[in-house]
């Protein structure tokens, strides 16, 4: 799921520019079929571009990386033709083919910090105060009249 829990204008950031945000599905299936790849070589392609553990190969952006995975099938080929390498990729392409996953997870339900809040949103994202403070304000209101329900209460 793409935007699952963001709806209708997102300012983009560090711009004036506002654009539609609508949750999406996207498929893992249908966009491996689409693109003519397995798992295993859209994480490859993942690791040209850079992901959230590696920085990716400088100048490499999706057309680029797709075009070399399809003209060499793997990574090592393609960091062979561009004569680089990417430090870790072993373990980098581990994390996203063989994810660590909890059979059982308990979410507990808590208070929001709000100082946190606007730490991470304003300071780490560059969101506006005024509108973080806006939204805290509301969430306190309404969580004042009324309580949040469980997932149990709806299945119960």
């Known amino acids: 799921m793409k935007n699952l829990a963001i709806s209708g204008r997102r ?6 520019v506002f654009v539609e945000v609508r949750p999406e599905e996207i498929s893992l299936e249908a966009t491996l079929t689409n693109l003519g790849l397995t798992r295993e070589q859209l994480v490859d392609m993942g690791l040209l571009i850079g992901t959230d553990f590696n920085e ?10 797709l075009a ?5 099938g793997t990574l090592e080929g393609a960091l062979t ?7 870790s990729k072993d373990e980098v392409r581990k994390i996203f083919l063989f994810p660590n996953v909890l059979d059982r997870v308990e979410i507990v339900f808590r208070e929001p910090d709000p100082d946190g809040v ?10 506006s105060r005024e509108r973080i403070d806006a939204a805290l304000g509301k969430f ?17």
């Open 56 to 65: 990716g190969v400088r100048g490499i952006g999706p057309k680029k990386a």
């Open 81 to 87: 033709e561009l004569g680089v390498d990417i430090e």
């Open 140 to 156: 306190g209101a309404a969580r004042s009249e009324q309580k949040q329900k469980s997932l149990d209460a709806w299945f119960g």
């Open 11 to 16: 300012k983009l950031p560090r711009k004036e």
């Open 68 to 72: 070399l995975i399809k003209k060499h």
């Open 118 to 127: 606007r730490k991470m949103l304003c300071d780490e994202f560059d969101f």
